[in-house]
């Protein structure tokens, strides 16, 4: 008998229909006739098996049974999801979340952090991470790619230095950046490491900016826009707004001709001109791209009003950069899982068990969006026995993808999907956990999705057109 898949959804194109399954992702695209006879055919008697299809659709039927949007046993579905949960893969770590200081010299009122909170920043540690400590926390580090089965020298693990505001201990970065250089000569596992810093970028100078260049980290800078209303929820301890002081720095980085990246918080000013922003990346030659959509916490909460926006926005944003030949990491990812249709398992490298957070005192955890309560650091830099990924916690939390989620097998986008925040999840609604659903990121995946699809249609006619 033959059926359409659970995973099956359709978009409606106009003139055409486009069939998607889920998991298979790759879109068919029908005229309204032949859908609407294929439903015909589906609804009838005569609907026995893939042959019995009638002659005038039964090469579209061939292929969408190809790619499982149409089913011919009942347990097919089943078997296709096993299959693809089998492919979930292991926690590996080969991401290390330096944290030098977490300290911050801004308190930015959107921080998930909680450095815009007083309590939440007592907790904070006012110890920088030590040299002594940066030594042992590299060994850690190399040591924990090594016993994921990663000391290959195709490995290409990653660095990144973050806060808090990394530069408030520059020195240390400086050294740990130095002696992995240094180490790169010896570990073939760490021989194509790539480093990189998120900072607001107020304690960058021109030896700073210069040396960090040398040493091959990268630099990314955090901005809410291109004008002082986008930039409004951005202020130092004291409540005053960084703007300008950050395009200060950015000036200098021009000035001295290195690339710097921008990491782009997306606030609700911010959402409410796409043009904004593409005058800063045509002012500043910025070829490298990140969009954060705000987190909730227990003392932030967005509406949903937002979560569309904000969606919309980073779409509406890539068809303009790509026009730049530049593209936004966050839909680059998911377009990557959709052109190659490859089920993208988790969006985060805390989820996918890959990564771990250094605190300055040692401490090991998962997640550096956990660093104000340190929940879910497990283990310490001198546990010389800590294996990250066989302790459970890493590994409950490399299980979080949406393939695990029974809410999530109806949605059309658990392909492309990748989950988002557990840490958000566990904030939006009383009673969550980190198991609970990142509901912005619903939003998110799902438009992208619906552009992707429209987009590769687009894409076709185009095609069409050009070949008559």
């Not at 021989?191 to 980290?217: A, C, D, K, P, T």
């Not at 959509?293 to 303009?320: C, G, H, K, R, W």
């Not at 995946?445 to 057109?465: H, N, Q, V």
Request: charged residues 25%.
């Amino acid at each position: 008998m033959v059926s359409t898949s659970r995973f099956t959804h359709v978009y409606d194109l106009g003139d055409d229909v486009a069939m998607y399954h889920s998991l298979r992702m790759k879109p068919v695209y029908l005229t309204r006739e032949v859908y609407e006879s294929l439903q015909a055919w589906l609804a009838s008697s005569f609907c026995t098996d893939i042959e019995s299809a009638p002659i005038q659709i039964q090469s579209e039927v061939k292929e969408l049974a190809k790619y499982k949007i149409l089913t011919q046993t009942s347990d097919e579905d089943e078997r296709v999801l096993q299959f693809v949960k089998s492919k979930i893969p292991q926690p590996a770590i080969n991401v290390c979340y330096f944290i030098t200081s977490e300290q911050c010299n801004l308190a930015c009122k959107y921080c998930f952090l909680g450095n815009n909170d007083r309590d939440k920043r007592s907790n904070f540690l006012h110890e920088n991470m030590s040299m002594e400590t940066a030594d042992k926390a590299i060994e850690f580090f190399i040591r924990q790619i090594k016993v994921s089965g990663m000391d290959t020298e195709e490995n290409k693990p990653f660095i990144i230095f973050y806060g808090g505001e990394p530069l408030v201990n520059y020195p240390v970065l400086e050294y740990v950046a130095t002696k992995v250089n240094e180490l790169k000569k010896t570990e073939k596992c760490i021989q194509n490491i790539e480093m990189s810093m998120v900072s607001n970028g107020l304690l960058l100078n021109e030896e700073r900016i210069l040396r960090l260049h040398e040493l091959g980290v990268a630099i990314a800078i955090s901005i809410d826009g291109c004008n002082e209303e986008a930039n409004s929820m951005r202020v130092d301890i004291k409540g005053t707004p960084v703007f300008k002081r950050i395009l200060n720095t950015l000036d200098l980085c021009k000035k001295l001709g290195v690339d710097v990246s921008l990491s782009i918080t997306l606030s609700e000013e911010t959402i409410k001109n796409t043009e904004d922003i593409l005058a800063l990346v045509d002012e500043y030659n910025i070829k490298g791209f990140g969009f954060n959509i705000m987190m909730s916490s227990d003392t932030f909460v967005l509406p949903q009003s937002y979560n569309e926006a904000a969606a919309q926005f980073i779409i509406d944003e890539f068809v303009e950069l790509r026009k730049r030949g530049i593209y936004e990491d966050r839909m680059m990812r998911k377009l990557k899982a959709f052109t190659k249709a490859q089920v993208y398992f988790s969006d985060c490298a805390a989820t996918a068990g890959g990564q771990i957070v250094i605190a300055p005192n040692g401490q090991v955890g998962i997640c550096h969006g956990c660093l104000h309560d340190k929940r879910y650091f497990v283990s310490s830099i001198y546990d010389d026995d800590f294996v990250a990924v066989k302790d459970k916690t890493f590994i409950e939390w490399s299980q979080l993808t949406p393939l695990n989620h029974e809410e999530c097998m109806d949605c059309p986008a658990l392909g492309i999907c990748g989950g988002g925040c557990p840490i958000n999840a566990m904030y939006l609604k009383p009673g969550n956990t980190i198991h609970s659903i990142d509901e912005r990121f619903c939003v998110h995946s799902k438009k992208t999705l619906d552009f992707f699809i429209r987009d590769l249609y687009r894409i076709i006619l185009k095609g069409r057109k050009n070949n008559e």
